[in-house]
């Protein structure tokens, strides 16, 4: 495929949107397409921000302000992400199908409500299903090393 260079996108001097030029844009959106498309079929992981993003959106319909505030809360403001990261995440979400835009904010016209989609709630379920079995896993680690040094001080 043929992949402009940064120079030759810029000349074109179009609107980006943000990107610092459209190859970099074609370049985040494909990225962002196919990392959605390789956790819906499982070969991946969920990254923590799109986990966390999908988490707040089990409370219901939210904007992105409601998504941050959300991740705020339970995170008890560990993670702090910006609403531009957010909108990303909702965005590739969407693209994925795991999210589906749910109306608009009665009281402001640019307010749009996302929804977590059967899809999304059946990923998010087992992602949330392989995180507990991992820190189970992790549990029983730590407390056969931690039994295998009282032995070992005791002997001492």
Known sequence: PYWP????????????????????????????????????????????????????????????????????AQTRG??????????QHV???????????AGTFKFQKAGKLYLLTPAGAKLLRAEISRRRKQS???TRVRRKVQGELRRQERAR
């Open 78 to 87: 560990q993670i702090e992400p910006s609403e531009s990261a957010i909108r």
């Open 136 to 138: 189970q896993t992790l």
């Open 5 to 72: 260079s940064i120079s030759e996108a810029s000349c074109y001097g179009q609107h980006t949107n943000g990107y610092r030029s459209l190859a970099h844009k074609f370049v985040v959106e494909t990225e962002g397409t196919m990392r959605a498309q390789r956790q819906i079929s499982g070969n991946e992981h969920l990254g923590e921000g799109l986990f966390q993003v999908m988490k707040a959106l089990t409370f219901g319909p939210q904007m992105i302000r409601g998504i941050r505030k959300l991740i705020l």
């Open 91 to 101: 965005y590739n979400l969407l693209e994925s199908g795991l999210v589906e835009e």
